[in-house]
């Protein structure tokens, strides 16, 4: 089942590279007008010009955003309306994974893991919900990760702003039954991307390719559920669902 996706304005937050550069693309390839934002203002551009020669140029717009930044955020959104018009989908990607032992990170690296993992979440979902509220739809998907329900060793920063995405995109779905706007999770667990290069993977499971995490957003958009997992699973894509509570 999938639904017309043609015209929809698709906003992407980290979409330079990795699981939000191929959520792009696949929204694209499915005739949708797509903004990515990145703290990387380099590699934005790069990201958008390999996007544009895949498609017709003026379904793509790019700009720099620091998610961590509610006036940039807002002024990333200001630009995806102008350029588009109204916010359908806004996928809230960026994130950070550093590894370690907890007691051997820096506080700063703590608190900019939070930064962005969390607060960057939270508010953009807030800012995106405010505009699709008067027109009653829109759908907030928020990428969390296996890390928010299950824990790992090295990742005990990162797990715990995954839990909190998740808890925050449960209770926000729940507040918005009823109004047209959607929230949902994307949960993956290891992904081929810059973020992983240096480690090793989940143990017993091979890391998937972003384009699937990708075709989950995209089929959460198509069919609204409170959250898909993508696990690889000894070398297949074993995706499961959980629907949204009945009304
Ligand atoms: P990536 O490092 O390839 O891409 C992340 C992007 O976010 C980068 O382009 C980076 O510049 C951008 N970014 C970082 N800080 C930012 C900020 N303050 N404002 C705006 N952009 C910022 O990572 P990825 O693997 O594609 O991860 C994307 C999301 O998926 C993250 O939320 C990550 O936690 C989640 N995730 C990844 C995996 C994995 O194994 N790769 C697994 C589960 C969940």
Known sequence: MTTDLTGRVVAITGGARGIGHATAAAFLARGARVAIGDIDDVAVKEGATALESTTDAT??????????????????????????GPLDVLVNNAGIMPVGRVVDEPDAVTRRVLDINVLGVITGSKL?????LPRGRGHIVNIASAAGETYSPGLATYCASKFAVVGFTDAARLEH??????????MPSFVNTELTAGTSGARGFRNA??????RAVVSLVDRPRSRVRVTRLFGAAVVSQKFLPRP
């Open 209 to 214: 390719e972003p384009e699937e995490i990708a």
């Open 177 to 186: 039954r009823g109004t047209g706007v959607e929230f949902s999770l994307v």
């Open 59 to 84: 379904r793509v717009h790019h700009d720099t955003l620091d998610v961590t930044d509610p006036e940039s955020f807002d002024r990333f959104l200001d630009g995806v309306e102008a350029t588009f």
């Open 128 to 132: 995106a919900a405010r505009r699709m």
